[in-house]
């Protein structure tokens, strides 16, 4: 039923574990580059994320955000490894208290143990000439980042990404700063996306401005029906279809309805 998958891209190597192979979304990706580890991967994967590690200790671990499928091993890498775990200012609170977990995200993930992690820089020097930028992508989570390493034109994308053509939105998502991020990250210098969850996007500056296009077509097209008076359901089936396992398996936090009503930020809703 879990997923352990190892794949490299030049200098990268990648793991993929999940409890559950199921879509892509339900299997988180981590990433080590040189000294380097970007995303830790699901507390209740550890095992196999320690062997994974044994063989390439990380001195540096870069969290994209803190939610447990990116941040979850961070206090156990810490402790076995010695490394340093750098996140933005925005996620050190709520890595060193921790946060409340829906039930879904219990059995998805596993709760990850407090974490106290140091401010990320600006610039991240890594070791074989490596030097990895930090870019500020809130939307998905405020305090979610990407890593660029502008030399070789990849980019990090913890959570930024995922899919071109998202169906769903976590309920504590902003739609808005997510599609204000995906303007300003392609202001940058990049072609391949390593994306915590899809993997290596080898056309990734095309696959975010396909995102981008879609999102703003989808906020069009849902304010055109919220105009002639459809309710937030009925924009929702008419664009997305009926809500499915998905929306039923998170009690609601993932939804299509939430993707139609961040289309409708600012907006009366009916
Ligand atoms: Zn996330």
Redesign the pocket.
């Known amino acids: 039923m879990g997923i352990l998958r190892r794949f490299a891209y030049r200098e990268v190597e990648g793991l993929r574990t999940g409890r559950f192979d199921l879509e892509v979304n339900t299997s988180a990706v981590l990433y080590s580059i040189g000294s380097a580890l970007i995303d830790t991967g699901p507390p209740n994967r550890w095992l196999q994320v320690r062997e994974f590690l044994k063989e390439r200790p990380p001195e540096h671990v870069l969290l994209?955000?803190h939610?447990e499928?990116?941040s979850g091993n961070g206090a156990r890498i810490q402790a076995e490894f010695g490394a340093q775990i750098l996140a933005h200012p925005a996620a050190l609170p709520k890595l060193a208290a921790g946060w409340r977990l829906r039930p879904y995200q219990h059995i998805f993930w596993g709760r990850p143990p407090q974490l106290a992690a140091q401010p990320v820089p600006e610039v991240v020097e890594l070791k074989d000439g490596l030097r990895l930028q930090t870019l500020r992508t809130p939307g998905?989570?405020d305090d979610?980042v990407c890593y660029l390493e502008p030399e070789r034109g990849w980019l990090f994308t913890?959570?930024l990404y995922i899919g071109s053509r998202p169906r769903y939105l976590?309920q504590d998502e902003n739609l808005e700063l997510q599609i204000e991020s995906l303007h300003a990250i392609l202001n940058h210098d990049f072609k391949v996306v390593f994306c915590?969850h899809r993997g290596v996007v080898t056309e990734g500056y095309r696959a975010i401005e396909e995102k981008l296009d879609y999102l703003l077509n989808l906020c069009e097209q849902v304010r055109n029906l919220h105009r002639k008076g459809l309710s937030v359901r009925e924009i929702t089936r008419s664009l997305l279809g009926r809500e499915d396992l998905t929306s039923l398996a998170t009690l609601g936090h993932f939804t299509k309805g939430n993707l139609v009503r961040g289309g409708l930020a600012g907006e009366p809703l009916t």
């Open positions: 994209t955000h939610h499928d990116h998905h989570a979610l913890g959570d976590r915590g």
